[in-house]
């Protein structure tokens, strides 16, 4: 267990903890979504698209000078968008290792795990699957 | 004609009762599948509780009284689209299985190296995809009738590709994204002069209008039975009887023999039962003929103009939204409707909407060629029910507009 990764887990619950309503917690991931940096066009490659069956996900994670990993991530949905600045921020900076193994049990406990059933095709059960493959690889280059 | 009155008929189905993100349910995905009224729930528990065991093989009391109860549905069936012989309504499993069915039957056996097919570029994928399948195995040919900006089949680009002379013309009686109704009397007749077979999918008409495959001279029919307010897993084609008989069966084993022999070979069984190989959903078809009996109860014409009254008054409220682009304007349409918010993706609306309770379709709705037709990713579309009110639709607009204030905002 990552302690940096169950510190920021810890955070975001605390976070949405005040929301009362669907709504209100909707508002809030919208404004995530749009405070998010936009990749800019150029990078939105198919080589970097997470298909889903309706919103689309692009992922890029490159490494740092520190061995840590850097992700950065765009949808075309601003829903989707703030659910993947979420998963972001939990996991950027860790080592390959701590992405490899990361449980993003917050997402279950805020709720929004809904959007990641396969049903709702929106790509971010790829994109956490993505994230992990990426901390493998990583590893593996050392 | 009697009116119908909504608030009578949600008392037959309870899951209209239950709430959704803790607001209470709108269900306006009728297109994808209706909710199930108290008369179908029941057949099937009756069926499982009281009289469940296999048709057609049995000498005992059970399975006489399955069979008749199985054969019974299929004579409303063929009542509810008047077939003029019992023997062609077969059960499927839906109208994909229907189609299926026929693209590997009837389109083995007819459709030769060169020869056309011809579609429309409204189909569900279902309608598209066996005839891909069939053409590539066959050599054969895919054209499809291109759609105008309003949502209606290029009635010049029809009759230009009739000069093809395609062996089949397939098209949906109701399109299920636009809502657009076809006048599939009139094109069966056009096909048919020009020597085609014609096979309409009717699941998106079935549940909503009065179907009548004599009347529509048409070769094929199929439709879903989940979307009739019946079970999901059954489903109807319907073929003329002689085009039926002519057919090589497409699923072996039992059930659609007449002899076999590891001598001699195998005999088949005459219709229905050469395409209905397995043992079939019996409960699923018993509760599927009691769906159709509960809407002819309540009457077609009366559902229709409901639903018409529910679409008119969503797309006015709805066009009234700045940015909101209707997709279809077909001047004689079903209850669908379909749009697109500048720049707002679908998912973020349905999202928003099934927070407040409100249950609609997003994406592309099988229908990817016709999403790229309009040039959109995808639209959010409603759909009505004999069991939707005006307040639902009113929740529909109000409940858009909040959705787009947030996601703009």
């Known amino acids: ?142 | 004609m009697k009116s119908l009155d909504p608030n009578q008929i949600r008392l037959q189905f309870p899951i209209l009762n239950r709430e959704v993100n803790g607001k209470p349910l709108i269900y306006l995905d009728h297109a994808a599948s209706a909710q199930k009224p108290l008369a179908v729930i029941e057949a099937q528990r009756e069926y499982l509780s009281h009289y469940h065991s296999n048709v057609h093989r049995g000498v005992h009391a059970l399975s006489n009284q399955a069979t008749e109860a199985f054969e019974s549905a299929r004579r409303s069936v063929s009542a509810s689209i008047n077939a003029e012989f019992v023997e062609e309504v077969i059960w499927v499993a839906g109208a994909t299985d229907g189609i299926n069915l026929i693209a590997q039957s009837w389109g083995r056996d007819n459709i030769k190296q060169g020869d056309v097919v011809l579609i429309t570029e409204m189909e569900h994928h279902a309608n598209i995809v066996p005839w891909q399948m069939l053409v590539k195995a066959c050599g054969a040919r895919l054209e499809a009738v291109g759609v105008t900006d309003d949502g209606v089949l290029d009635k010049t680009d029809f009759q230009n590709k009739l000069k093809l002379q395609p062996k089949l013309v397939a098209l949906t009686h109701v399109s299920n994204t636009l809502g657009t109704i076809n006048d599939v009397k009139f094109w069966a007749d056009e096909a048919h002069a020009a020597g085609s077979i014609v096979l309409i999918d009717g699941s998106q008409a079935m549940p909503h209008m009065d179907v009548d495959v004599q009347a529509l001279g048409c070769d094929f029919y199929v439709f879903s039975g989940h979307k009739a307010y019946g079970p999901t897993g059954i489903g109807v084609l319907y073929g003329k009887r002689q085009l039926l008989e002519e057919m090589s069966p497409w699923r072996g084993g039992g059930e659609m023999i007449d002899v076999v022999s590891l001598k001699h070979g195998t005999t088949f069984a005459g219709l229905p039962y050469k395409f209905e190989a397995g043992t079939p959903h019996i409960s699923g078809a018993i509760a599927l003929g009691v769906a159709l009996n509960w809407i002819q109860g309540i009457g077609k014409g009366a559902m229709q103009d409901h639903e018409n009254t529910l679409t008119a008054q969503a797309r006015r409220g709805l066009g009234q939204i700045e940015g909101l682009r209707l997709i279809g304007n077909a001047p004689n349409s079903s209850s669908v409707v379909s749009f697109v918010v500048d720049d707002v993706h679908p998912y973020d609306i349905g999202t928003l909407l099934d927070s407040q309770g409100i249950a609609v379709r997003t994406g592309h709705h099988c229908t990817q060629p016709l999403m790229e037709r309009f040039g959109v990713v995808g639209t959010v579309r409603a759909s009505f029910g004999a069991y939707n009110t005006l307040q639902e639709v009113d929740a529909l607009v109000s409940g858009t507009q909040r959705a787009i204030r947030m996601l703009k905002g």
């Open chain 1, 1 to 142: 267990m990552n302690e940096t990764l169950e510190a920021r887990q810890v955070e975001i619950v605390e976070e949405f903890e005040s929301f009362e309503d669907w709504m209100d917690k909707y508002e809030y991931v919208i404004e995530l979504g749009k405070s998010l940096n936009s990749m800019p066009e150029s990078a939105k490659l198919d080589d970097h698209l997470i298909r889903g069956c309706q919103s689309r996900v692009w992922l890029v994670a490159a490494k740092n000078d520190d061995g840590t990993i850097r992700f950065e991530a765009d949808s075309d949905a601003i829903i989707t968008k703030g659910l993947v600045a979420l998963m972001v921020r939990a996991l950027n900076g860790l080592t390959p290792k701590a992405v490899a193994e990361a449980d993003l049990w917050f997402i279950a406990k805020i709720g929004l795990d809904t959007h990641l059933s396969p049903t709702r095709a929106n790509g971010l059960q790829s994109m956490v699957q993505q994230m992990r493959h990426y901390g493998l690889a990583f590893q593996a280059k050392g």
